[in-house]
């Protein structure tokens, strides 16, 4: 015999024509489309079951009324009789007629029994109609239907056709629970084909409306993945929310298509520098080699330009260094060591220019203090601080004795690392150029600096997960803490 493969919900789709599939979007990788089919459809049961649940506990409490009715009327037909004497055979035929096995008639705290019923073998519920219960009104459809099959219910409700408190019946469970449940299929079947197509229709509107925007937004993403430079499709011209992610996701792609422009002239442009770059280098290193020739002349005017020609070449290299260091697409990682705080500060101090006939170096730093810092992007961060700091006191013209001050670096370590502070005693940074000060090409100086060695000092501290901030400037000087984790 052979065994059927169950069929998996992937392979159920195929059983839907091709051309539906595509319209619906029912297609099998389309997990949307699948979990909004299943979202219709637990929507759909839900609200069948708040319809059916309803009109169950409608139609029995109906079927129990109108046996009620029907054994009232009876017990007017009792009544009538000379004393309410009735026969066996006459009683047996009205409790036939009424659906009941007995009736009972309250009035004014007396219960007559009209027609009596032979003995059963369980106790009936009661079912107390005058009351308004509407939590056991839905509950007891269901008792009914899953109950033991020799169950009775005894009703009671208020009379309608006499006077009295209140009229009682009892009636077996099998006749309700036989019309109950033939009910019941008749109610699913009908609100089964109703759900099906109320939410096969609001599916349709949802995969219309929602589903087939999104799919066209998914393969304008997907084509500019591919190739930012195709041009996807334009937007629907919708006014509403899917129509907004579309044109903004049109004015997105546009602006990238542009920064991808522009990066690609930029890499080319870079490249172009880097080039030039090198050549310019080497001819500043044959005009450096060509002045130190000329310092050796005797000619007083030689001696007297000599200077200007050193510090315009010394400007130039700085250039070409700090514009190939900044032009680098990555700082390496840093590789983190025990770095000698103090021997690190003065060998970046004799690298920065600082001299004790010049600017001076003054640091208080404890004793025999390690550092966990990569030590050659320390010493880069240390000498830019340092060289900025000595630069700005020598170009301070109102300085008296000119050409005189003190760079002065102080260290502290806190819980979670070391702050280093970098002081000088120089004329500040202008207020203008404070505000963007680490970002590139902006500089202090008017005449000398290209403006990187901030940009690429907080960039090496940021690398280490520290910070680099500029704390205080002004007449009295300029602060930077430079903060290294451990």
């Known amino acids: ?7 998996t919900p992937a392979r159920l789709w195929t059983w839907v024509p091709e051309g539906l599939r595509r319209r619906l979007g029912l297609n099998p990788p389309d997990a949307l489309a699948r979990r909004l089919m299943l979202l219709t459809m637990a929507f759909a049961v839900a609200v069948e079951i708040l319809i059916i649940t309803p009109s169950v506990a409608s139609f029995h409490e109906r079927w129990l009324t109108d046996r009620l009715q029907s054994a009232e009327l ?3 037909a009792v009544e009538a009789l000379p004393y309410s004497a009735v026969e066996d055979d006459t009683a047996e035929q009205l409790l036939a007629i009424g659906g009941v096995q007995a009736v009972v008639v309250g009035d004014q705290g007396v219960r007559r029994l009209l027609l009596q019923a032979p003995n059963l073998s369980r106790t009936p519920d009661l079912i107390d109609l005058r009351e308004s219960r509407p939590v056991s009104r839905l509950i007891d459809p269901w008792r009914t239907l899953f109950g033991h099959p020799d169950r009775s219910i005894r009703v009671q409700a208020r009379p309608r056709y006499r006077t009295g408190d209140f009229i009682e019946i009892v009636t077996l469970a099998q006749p309700l ?22 939410g096969a229709l609001l599916y349709a509107g949802l995969a219309f409306l929602v589903l087939q925007p999104l799919r066209r937004v998914t393969r304008s993403i997907e084509r500019f993945a591919r190739d930012p430079e195709a041009e996807g499709e334009p937007p629907s011209g919708r ?7 579309e044109r ?20 080319a442009l870079g490249e172009a ?5 090198h050549d310019l280098r080497n001819m500043l290193t044959s005009a450096q080699l060509a002045s130190e020739r000329l310092a050796e002349s005797p000619d007083p005017e030689v001696a007297r330009v000599l200077p200007r020609l050193e510090r315009a070449l010394g400007r130039a290299a700085a250039l070409s260094r700090n514009v190939l260091e900044y032009g680098r697409s990555e700082e390496p990682e840093p590789q983190r060591i025990a770095v000698p705080l103090a021997t690190a500060v003065t060998v970046a101090a004799e690298d920065a220019g600082l001299s004790a006939d010049g600017v001076k170096l003054a640091k208080t730093l404890p004793a025999r203090a390690t550092i966990q810092a990569d030590p050659d992007q320390l010493h880069r ?3 830019n601080l340092m060289r900025n700091a000595r630069q700005a006191i020598q170009g301070d013209a109102k300085r008296k004795p000119p050409r005189r001050g003190t760079v002065t670096v102080t260290a502290v ?10 002081a000088d005693d120089g004329p500040g940074i202008p207020a203008k150029v404070s505000e963007q000060l680490f970002d590139p090409f902006v500089s202090g100086r008017a005449s000398e600096g290209t403006g990187l060695g901030l940009t690429i000092s907080r960039e090496l501290a940021t690398a280490h997960g520290g910070t680099l901030d500029l704390i205080q400037t002004g007449p009295e000087g300029t602060i930077f803490a430079l903060r290294l984790p451990d």
Do not use: Y
């Not at 015999?1 to 069929?7: C, H, I, K």
């Not at 006014?239 to 992610?245: A, K, P, Q």
């Not at 520098?273 to 770059?277: G, S």
């Open 177 to 198: 629970k036989a019309e109950l449940r033939t009910f019941l299929l008749n109610s699913l079947l009908v609100s089964l084909l109703v759900s099906i197509v109320a």
């Open 74 to 76: 009876a017990s007017v």
């Open 273 to 277: 520098v880097a080039k030039i770059n």
């Open 381 to 383: 961060i240390l000498v």
């Open 248 to 267: 903004e996701l049109a004015r997105m792609q546009e602006e990238v298509r542009l920064s991808l422009r522009s990066r690609a002239r930029l890499v």
């Open 239 to 245: 006014h509403d929310e899917i129509g907004r992610v």
């Open 1 to 7: 015999m052979t065994e059927v493969a169950p069929q």
């Open 413 to 422: 370590q806190e819980a979670d690392g070391w702050l280093i502070r970098i």
